[in-house]
Nanobody, 126 residues
Framework: QTQLVESGGGLVQPGGSLTLSCAAA????????IAWFRQASGKEREAVSC????????QYVDPVKGRFTISRNNAKTTVDLQMNSLKPEDTARYLC???????????????????WGQGTQVTVSS
């Protein structure tokens, strides 16, 4: 069974940076559209960013545009989320998820994603 694993979270001061990574056991991430979501305490899960399986489509939600960058590492074994200029409102648990094989597009609908990691906590605070 596929297992997505997130890493890289932590405590950072406002204005700081973190890089999250999503890795998988049991499959090659380069064959799948991968998205990052986040869920703050007491709030709904929301999409953050997505990269299609081909890499041709990359999407960001408005609150993170210009600050976050999604990419695949050179070996195509992880999907990373570089987060700069972090704000307290970015505090949340960040999860990665994948679409079915063959779905070479992005969507913000969490229900479309078939496999999720446990998440990694990001806390932005002084």
């Amino acid at each position: 069974q596929t297992q997505l694993v997130e890493s890289g979270g932590g405590l950072v001061q406002p204005g700081g940076s973190l890089t999250l990574s999503c890795a998988a056991a049991g499959l090659s991430l380069e064959d799948y559209t991968i998205a990052w979501f986040r869920q703050a305490s007491g709030k709904e899960r929301e999409a953050v960013s997505c990269i299609s399986s081909s890499g041709a489509t990359v999407q960001y939600v408005d609150p993170v545009k210009g600050r976050f960058t999604i990419s695949r590492n050179n070996a195509k074994t992880t999907v990373d989320l570089q987060m700069n200029s972090l704000k307290p409102e970015d505090t949340a648990r960040y999860l990665c998820a994948r679409l079915h094989y063959g779905k070479n597009w992005c969507t913000e609908l969490a229900s479309e994603y078939i496999d999720w990691g446990q998440g990694t906590q990001v806390t932005v605070s002084s």
